[in-house]
């Protein structure tokens, strides 16, 4: 799960970590009110104004914007709240803005980058840190990766002191930046590891002209399984954000990603459904999503599967591809007849079975008064769906 | 001979007493493996599928009455972890953990925890392995494999069976099936099973089946370079996969150049790998490979 940048800031917030602090607003009659604020509380004539949604690139794109007075921050807040922000992550529709946030401007000395994540390979969190801040962390990486230095985390030890300091001296930092660095980094990995972050980003980490240390921005992911665990994370998802037919899914326990082709796809296990998008563009067709049903497809999944499929109306055609294991094929066909009857299908649908009673399942196909198109094998499907949906 | 589980494996299933624990307990003693006890806390005394089987309070208990080996757990997500961590410290053998939805921190200590002990680790969230016609410790439909020569290691679980239908097709069957699952951290990788299938004398070809995300095919193809002398057939599923997205699998997701897909198999193929590039070759290919 994703948060928004003025969440995130608040959390770090809550265990002690300096921000650039300011106040979030969604309607633009709070403008003054929120540059008013911010200038009595934070002492702040100068703001940035920084639109918040789940992207990355947002300064790139416009949504990010510096503010040399009260009035130049209005003016800023009202063109940029409501705006469609296109950046490198939002794809080219882009996403409307809908809240920004009016923040202190700082003098900023030095820009790093600092993060925690994963080390999948390892097998432990890895906190990484890069002189280069600022900039896009795979592009250091990929041109100077000596430049990005990390310390892993023994399972169960936390981030120790003189890992902290080895980070902090890494980045050139001496007496009281370095001390305060090595306090920032183990409150940010013990922030990481109690809220169970899949990842906790702050770019840039920067050095004020004062010399104090602030996360002048923030990026916070969550682990999905553990959220069962952070009632007052998971209170902060903004479905706004989120493509209302995802959203729709997983109100059915369906895992369903839109993308923007034209053949649906209903089919059970992650790794059949990707195997089955594959196959489809390997002979000429385009996914036009990812639809797990999960081991326990019934005629409820079918039919809710069918719904969200057909919801998105780029779609020509519809391939079902279900091996079934545990999941009988003959279910799954009695759930796919009763689906058609009901929801008035206009598109053609190629259904492919195999595994447990697959044998039965084609023969009550076969029988029923629907409309569908049988399929063999998987590539066989593959191809039918491809022609249906080009035909139609 | 196969890997890791045969008819003589001791087989304990956490969590016996529960829905999905005891459905699949009964096809794995259905299959013929030789299942000899459940374990739930606070249940020990009883016995489950419908007598056949005791019921123990630990795996401590279980490993001492009836000298199991391998556990098979199905305990829900909030537990999942601490029956993982017992099982190891019990000196079980061999763990197979099918439960999806465990808190990604809590497996990265499970990792470090069960490598303190001498156990394996297989999954979480995996179908679990088969060993056609002598033992089943997971939830794979048996009829899906039969005895043969290729060894089959994947993340996914309904392609396994698509891969296994394919081999079946061409008249081949399996040594050993294993899933091993498609969570960020899991406990054995693609490299620990492919150096067990090579040691194997029964196993000729090896299929890996991966996905997007992460970097064990790699690993895994590196080390075939210079040390696997059997055909490894690969494939990738997740070409078409939009960077940033998590396709199901908590692991399935491309944050990095080198996750994705493409780049997967052009490293496997530098490596030697025989790659599939339709999933619908699986089958064929491994046939080719056997021929010549």
Same mark, same amino acid.
Request: aromatic content about 4%; glycine content about 12%; hydrophobic content about 45%.
């Given at each position: 799960?994703?948060?928004?940048?003025?969440?995130?800031?608040?959390?770090?917030?809550?265990?002690?970590?300096?921000?650039?602090?300011?106040?979030?607003?969604?309607?633009?009659?709070?403008?003054?009110?929120?540059?008013?604020?911010?200038? *009595?509380?934070?002492?702040?004539?100068?703001?940035?104004?920084?639109?918040?949604?789940?992207?990355?690139?947002?300064?790139?794109?416009?949504?990010?914007?510096?503010?040399?007075?009260?009035?130049?921050?209005?003016?800023?807040?009202?063109?940029?709240?409501?705006?469609?922000?296109?950046?490198?992550?939002?794809?080219?529709?882009?996403?409307?803005?809908?809240?920004?946030?009016?923040?202190?401007?700082?003098?900023?000395?030095?820009?790093?980058?600092?993060?925690?994540?994963?080390?999948?390979?390892?097998?432990?969190?890895?906190?990484?840190?890069?002189?280069?801040?600022?900039?896009?962390?795979?592009?250091?990486?990929?041109?100077?990766?000596?430049?990005?230095?990390?310390?892993?985390?023994?399972?169960?030890?936390?981030?120790?002191?003189?890992?902290?300091?080895?980070?902090?001296?890494?980045?050139?930092?001496?007496? *009281?930046?370095?001390?305060?660095?090595?306090?920032?980094?183990?409150?940010?990995?013990?922030?990481?590891?109690?809220?169970?972050?899949?990842?906790?980003?702050?770019?840039?980490?920067?050095?004020?002209?004062?010399?104090?240390?602030?996360?002048?921005?923030?990026?916070?992911?969550?682990?999905?399984?553990?959220?069962?665990?952070?009632?007052?994370?998971?209170?902060?998802?903004?479905?706004?954000?989120?493509?209302?037919?995802?959203?729709?899914?997983?109100?059915?326990?369906?895992?369903?990603?839109?993308?923007?082709?034209?053949?649906?796809?209903?089919?059970?296990? *992650?790794?059949?459904?990707?195997?089955?998008?594959?196959?489809?563009?390997?002979?000429?067709?385009?996914?036009?999503?990812?639809?797990?049903?999960?081991?326990?497809?019934?005629?409820?999944?079918?039919?809710?599967?069918?719904?969200?499929?057909?919801?998105?109306?780029?779609?020509?055609?519809?391939?079902?591809?279900?091996?079934?294991?545990?999941?009988?094929?003959?279910?799954?066909?009695?759930?796919?007849?009763?689906?058609?009857?009901?929801?008035?299908?206009?598109?053609?649908?190629?259904?492919?079975?195999?595994?447990?009673?697959?044998?039965?399942?084609?023969?009550?196909?076969?029988?029923?008064?629907?409309?569908?198109?049988?399929?063999?094998?998987?590539?066989?499907?593959?191809?039918?769906?491809?022609?249906?949906?080009?035909?139609? | 001979?196969?890997?890791?589980?045969?008819?003589?494996?001791?087989?304990?299933?956490?969590?016996?007493?529960?829905?999905?624990?005891?459905?699949?307990?009964?096809?794995?003693?259905?299959?013929?493996?030789?299942?000899?006890?459940?374990?739930? @806390?606070?249940?020990?005394?009883?016995?489950?599928?419908?007598?056949?089987? @005791?019921?123990?309070?630990?795996?401590?208990?279980?490993?001492?009455?009836?000298?199991?080996?391998?556990?098979?757990?199905?305990? @829900?997500?909030?537990?999942?972890?601490?029956?993982?961590?017992?099982?190891?410290?019990?000196?079980?053998?061999?763990?197979?953990?099918?439960?999806?939805?465990?808190?990604?921190?809590?497996?990265?200590?499970?990792?470090?925890?069960?490598?303190?002990?001498?156990?394996?680790?297989?999954?979480?969230?995996?179908?679990?392995?088969?060993?056609?016609?002598?033992?089943?410790?997971?939830?794979?439909?048996?009829?899906?494999?039969?005895?043969?020569?290729?060894?089959?290691?994947?993340?996914?679980?309904?392609?396994?069976?698509?891969?296994?239908?394919?081999?079946?097709?061409?008249?081949?069957?399996?040594?050993?099936?294993?899933?091993?699952?498609?969570?960020?951290?899991?406990?054995?990788?693609?490299?620990?099973?492919?150096?067990?299938?090579?040691?194997?004398?029964?196993?000729?070809?090896?299929?890996?089946?991966?996905?997007?995300?992460?970097?064990?095919?790699?690993?895994?193809?590196?080390?075939?370079?210079?040390?696997?002398?059997?055909?490894?057939?690969?494939?990738?599923?997740?070409?078409?996969?939009? @960077?940033?997205?998590?396709?199901?699998?908590?692991?399935?997701?491309?944050?990095?150049?080198?996750?994705?897909?493409?780049?997967?198999?052009?490293?496997?193929?530098?490596?030697?790998?025989?790659?599939?590039?339709?999933?619908?070759?699986?089958?064929?290919?491994?046939?080719?490979?056997?021929?010549?």
């Amino acid at each position: 799960m994703k948060i928004h940048e003025y969440q995130a800031k608040e959390l770090l917030k809550g265990y002690g970590i300096p921000i650039q602090d300011g106040v979030t607003i969604e309607d633009a009659a709070q403008a003054e009110a929120a540059v008013d604020q911010v200038n *009595a509380e934070l002492g702040a004539e100068q703001y940035v104004i920084k639109a918040q949604i789940h992207a990355g690139g947002r300064g790139k794109g416009g949504g990010v914007k510096f503010s040399t007075s009260r009035e130049k921050a209005l003016e800023n807040i009202q063109n940029i709240l409501g705006m469609t922000l296109i950046t490198h992550q939002t794809g080219a529709e882009g996403r409307l803005v809908k809240k920004v946030m009016v923040a202190e401007a700082l003098d900023i000395k030095q820009e790093f980058y600092a993060a925690i994540t994963l080390d999948r390979a390892k097998g432990m969190d890895t906190f990484m840190v890069s002189s280069e801040g600022g900039m896009e962390i795979e592009e250091v990486a990929k041109t100077s990766p000596e430049k990005i230095v990390k310390e892993a985390i023994v399972p169960g030890f936390g981030l120790r002191s003189f890992q902290a300091r080895n980070l902090a001296l890494a980045l050139g930092l001496e007496g *009281a930046a370095a001390k305060q660095a090595v306090g920032m980094f183990q409150k940010l990995y013990k922030l990481y590891r109690e809220l169970d972050c899949s990842i906790v980003e702050i770019n840039p980490l920067i050095v004020t002209e004062q010399g104090d240390l602030v996360a002048l921005d923030a990026k916070i992911n969550f682990d999905d399984n553990a959220l069962y665990l952070h009632k007052d994370v998971a209170e902060m998802r903004d479905l706004d954000e989120e493509d209302p037919s995802e959203v729709e899914a997983g109100k059915f326990d369906l895992n369903y990603i839109k993308l923007d082709g034209s053949v649906g796809c209903m089919v059970n296990g *992650a790794g059949l459904a990707m195997a089955t998008m594959d196959i489809i563009k390997q002979v000429g067709g385009s996914p036009a999503n990812f639809l797990d049903v999960g081991g326990g497809a019934n005629v409820e999944t079918v039919k809710n599967g069918f719904r969200i499929i057909l919801s998105d109306p780029n779609v020509k055609a519809v391939l079902i591809n279900i091996f079934g294991g545990i999941v009988r094929c003959d279910r799954i066909a009695n759930g796919i007849i009763e689906a058609v009857k009901v929801l008035d299908l206009n598109v053609p649908v190629v259904v492919r079975l195999a595994g447990t009673n697959a044998e039965i399942a084609k023969e009550l196909l076969a029988n029923s008064d629907v409309d569908l198109i049988s399929a063999d094998s998987f590539e066989d499907a593959a191809i039918k769906v491809v022609e249906a949906a080009a035909g139609n | 001979m196969s890997i890791l589980v045969n008819k003589d494996s001791k087989i304990i299933v956490q969590g016996i007493t529960g829905s999905e624990g005891s459905f699949h307990a009964a096809q794995c003693l259905e299959y013929g493996g030789n299942v000899v006890g459940g374990v739930t @806390p606070g249940k020990g005394g009883q016995t489950a599928l419908e007598g056949a089987v @005791p019921v123990f309070n630990s795996c401590q208990e279980a490993r001492k009455k009836v000298g199991a080996n391998v556990s098979l757990i199905f305990v @829900p997500p909030p537990f999942a972890a601490d029956a993982i961590m017992e099982a190891a410290a019990a000196g079980i053998e061999l763990i197979v953990c099918i439960t999806e939805g465990i808190p990604v921190a809590q497996m990265v200590e499970v990792k470090a925890f069960v490598e303190t002990t001498g156990s394996r680790f297989i999954g979480p969230n995996c179908p679990g392995i088969l060993t056609p016609d002598e033992a089943k410790v997971g939830i794979m439909p048996g009829f899906i494999a039969k005895k043969g020569t290729v060894g089959l290691i994947s993340k996914s679980g309904t392609l396994t069976y698509e891969a296994a239908h394919q081999l079946g097709e061409e008249g081949l069957g399996q040594s050993t099936c294993i899933g091993i699952g498609g969570d960020p951290i899991i406990g054995t990788t693609m490299l620990d099973l492919l150096k067990m299938f090579e040691a194997d004398p029964e196993t000729e070809a090896i299929v890996m089946i991966g996905e997007i995300g992460g970097s064990m095919e790699i690993e895994a193809a590196q080390y075939a370079k210079d040390n696997v002398s059997k055909p490894v057939i690969g494939f990738i599923a997740g070409q078409t996969a939009p @960077p940033g997205r998590r396709m199901g699998h908590a692991g399935a997701i491309v944050s990095g150049a080198d996750e994705s897909a493409a780049a997967k198999k052009k490293l496997m193929a530098a490596c030697g790998i025989i790659v599939v590039e339709s999933p619908a070759d699986i089958g064929r290919t491994v046939k080719e490979a056997l021929n010549k």
